[in-house]
């Protein structure tokens, strides 16, 4: 299921041109459903650093009845939710990460003496907090734009607010591990993202970094041009471009590329195929793609919501219908739709200044 990749030559994201192939919005309109299964959660109303929680962070907005990070974290430019129906499908998840790394929480060689640890992007704490767990001699902070963690955790470990993609607060050569995961979409340069890593990063300690994909692929041409699925990845390119922050890391080679330029050494990479449903015969496999497709379904409209209306001008009705087109396509037994994830972990020099 993992397989070694060779490194890319460029460190830069290719140019913005226009996506081929995007269909209007009105067009699921006018497609046949074979049952009425559309999400009616969408509502008509738009209202549009670290240590404490200050009241412009609790500040949410709400979009279409849904909450997301206040204007103040990463000036408002993060498109996923916040809320309960969102990191219920976060913490899912987690789940089929550790599932795809064999129970694992990392691949990183790591000893068992190390003093402090790093994960950026922490989301609900679940890893931090099991990484905690595993490592109760270590310091372990957590970042993220909100404070979604939860209260009850190990004595070792806090949640701080931070912005990734703005200077970090932690001094040089201070953490013995930095972990990052599921960052696709939040981040204007991953090279800028990966340098701050660095800096921070102890002679002789490690990174590693662990993300994905906005695109479905199929080994079998099951995912037809013009389908849902197919739909969603052109979406998704084009409005990161239009966003200035990609969901295509993986077919990039951000990670990779980005890890190097900062200067770190060891490097490994790990290439792991996610089957979107539990349509593959492998026992593992298939378990894999059924909690894929719970942590998709958990909150579809949650993942599209904010790129489709904010950034692409889709219409609500034209979301919900989209929607519906989209479960039936995933809940198909006859498309072997996977995703792909990348895991990199390298290590940076002992003798670095």
């Known amino acids: 299921m993992a397989e070694q990749n060779p490194a890319a030559a460029s460190t830069s994201s290719p140019p913005a041109e226009q996506t081929t192939g995007i269909l209007p919005a009105e067009h699921w309109a006018q497609q046949r459903l074979e049952f009425d299964d559309a999400d009616s959660s969408l509502g008509d109303d738009v209202v549009s650093s670290t240590a404490s929680l200050s009241s412009s962070i609790l500040e949410y907005r709400t979009l279409l009845g849904r909450t997301f990070h206040s204007q103040r974290a990463m000036d408002g430019q993060y498109w996923s939710p916040n809320d309960a129906k969102h990191t219920e499908s976060m913490d899912i998840i987690h789940h089929f990460l550790l599932l795809a790394l064999d129970g694992k929480l990392y691949r990183a060689p790591l000893k068992k003496d190390i003093k402090k640890a790093l994960d950026i992007g922490t989301g609900t704490g679940m890893w931090a907090i099991d990484f905690a767990d595993e490592f109760p001699d270590c310091e372990v902070i957590g970042t993220d734009i909100s404070p979604i963690q939860p209260a009850w955790v190990p004595p070792n470990i806090r949640f701080e607010i931070e912005d ?135 909150d579809i409209e949650g993942y599209i919501l904010y790129m489709w209306s904010q950034v692409m001008g889709w219409t609500a009705k034209e979301i919900q219908v989209f929607i519906a087109h989209f479960r039936m396509q995933l809940r198909d037994t006859n498309c072997h739709a996977y995703f792909r994830v990348r895991c990199i972990h390298a290590q940076k020099p002992l003798d670095a200044a």
């Not at 972990?179 to 800096?199: N, Q, T, V």
């Not at 490690?206 to 995912?223: M, N």
């Not at 990779?256 to 195929?273: L, M, S, T």
């Open 164 to 298: 990734a993609t703005k200077s970090w607060t932690y001094p040089d050569n201070w953490f013995d591990f930095v972990h990052m995961r599921y960052l696709f979409g939040s981040i204007a340069d991953w090279d800028e993202l990966y340098k701050e890593a660095y800096r921070v990063c102890k002679p002789g300690g490690w990174i590693e970094s662990f993300d994905t994909s906005a695109k479905f692929g199929s080994d079998d041409d099951s995912i037809a041009e013009g389908s849902p699925m197919d739909q969603w990845a052109k979406v998704f390119t084009e409005g990161g471009k239009k966003f200035g922050r990609t969901f295509l890391v993986v077919e990039e080679n951000l990670q990779r590329k980005g890890i190097e330029a900062a200067g770190f050494i060891n490097q490994e990479v790990w290439d792991y195929k996610i089957p979107a449903s539990g349509w593959a015969k492998d026992a593992k496999l298939k378990e894999l793609g059924m909690y894929a497709q719970l942590a998709i379904e958990q």
